[in-house]
């Protein structure tokens, strides 16, 4: 009935706990679906549902994709619009660093879309977005991996008893608007997140010349920059002094 009303385009469902014997009560009308269900044990499993009016296919990366629950589509642009890439991912609790890092590597490849949104829970309560730090381990490195990648993470509210472990993300900014939360559907303890794709946005071309971030080496970057010896660099000095030498540094190391 929510899909009726709405018409949405793309749906996103995260822990579907779907086996063989869903079959037959998944599909909807007017959409084309797809879907990952969890192997060998209860639980989990991830859908996406594609307007049957929007040409689609699914990606295949091809990166340890039995060690994750998650889908990628992409959905082809209208006229001078562009594709968009689409995932919907679930990360269990305990998830291994092992599947993590083929997460992470699997959304690396996909990050040189040019429109790329990303949707799921990734089940980080631990992070606080406004600030961007997080007390465990593993959510230090998803927020070291969604910088890496140039993410945005658009949704502000927190959505369950406080936390935000629904996210949406994307990779151009200005591409996901109007996020809204849309209560709990049935029994769930999570909320619906609706949001728009912006593909009709068009901006100005800018004469102003900027370095492709996407095509650098951030591992001979690192390393040059660890080659500095900073604390002689900054000893007895103030904070200015510090930030114009670390900046100096910085924009040496970047050219």
């Not at 670390?246 to 924009?251: I, N, V």
């Amino acid at each position: 009935m929510c899909v009726c009303l709405q018409g949405y385009d793309l749906i996103g469902i995260t822990e579907t706990w779907w086996d063989g014997s869903y079959d037959w009560s998944v599909g909807m009308e007017g959409y084309r679906f797809f879907r990952k269900d969890r192997q060998g044990r209860q639980g989990g499993g991830v859908t996406l549902y594609v307007n049957d009016q929007l040409e689609c296919m699914e990606l295949h990366l091809g990166m340890d994709e039995e060690l994750t629950e998650s889908l990628w589509v992409r959905i082809k642009g209208s006229a001078g619009a562009g594709d968009i890439i689409a995932r919907v991912c679930y990360r269990p609790p305990d998830q291994r660093d092992q599947a993590h890092e083929a997460l992470y590597r699997q959304t690396a490849a996909a990050s040189h879309s040019q429109a790329l949104v990303l949707m799921g829970d990734f089940n980080h309560p631990d992070i606080c977005w406004r600030d961007n730090i997080a007390g465990h381990k593993q959510s230090r490195k998803f927020l070291e991996y969604v910088d890496d990648n140039f993410l945005f993470q658009v949704i502000e509210e927190p959505m369950r008893r406080g936390a935000m472990l629904d996210l949406v993300l994307t990779n151009k900014e200005g591409l996901v608007g109007d996020v809204k939360l849309k209560g709990s559907l049935g029994c769930s303890s999570h909320q619906m997140v609706e949001f728009k794709i912006l593909r009709a946005v068009r901006r100005a071309r800018s004469k102003l010349t900027t370095l492709d971030f996407r095509r650098a080496d951030f591992g001979l970057f690192r390393d040059m920059l660890g080659r500095i010896p900073w604390d002689k660099a900054l000893e007895r000095r103030g904070a200015q002094d510090s930030w114009l030498i670390f900046k100096g540094h910085l924009l040496q190391a970047q050219e």
